[in-house]
Nanobody, 122 residues
Framework: QVQLVESGGGLVQAGGSLRLACAAS????????MGWFRQGPGKAREFVAL????????RYATSVKGRFTISRDNAKNTVYLQMNDQKPEDTADYYC???????????????WGHGTQVTVPT
């Protein structure tokens, strides 16, 4: 029902900023909870941030809180992840996902994008 495509990844120096975008197809985008996850080299996928449909609620992983901001534009069927003060540990493939309820657990998300690479060198 929903197709997701991430963009905006790339190389950024420590302390720098990068903004990711996730474009969604479908007519019910505003009803979905949108989340960002990431998977570093040799690591398991982990929760990064989420935002409910009305943008009235957001939640962040402790590791990114205060540095990353999730937002969405329902009119454009797009969710964003603004990443500031990036650190080497932020290096990972970043995935956009959609769920029907607020949750940080991966199984709650029914639709996934293919990911976009973010590299923050030491």
């Amino acid at each position: 029902q929903v197709q997701l495509v991430e963009s905006g990844g790339g190389l950024v120096q420590a302390g720098g900023s990068l903004r990711l975008a996730c474009a969604a197809s479908g007519r019910t985008f505003s009803t979905y909870v949108m989340g960002w996850f990431r998977q570093g080299p040799g690591k398991a996928r982990e929760f990064v941030a989420l935002c409910n449909g009305s943008q009235s609620f957001t939640r962040y992983a402790t590791s990114v809180k205060g540095r990353f901001t999730i937002s969405r534009d329902n009119a454009k069927n797009t969710v964003y992840l603004q990443m500031n003060d990036q650190k080497p540990e932020d290096t990972a493939d970043y995935y956009c996902a959609a769920a029907s309820l607020v949750a940080t657990a991966e199984p709650a998300y029914n639709h996934w994008g293919h990911g976009t690479q973010v590299t923050v060198p030491t």
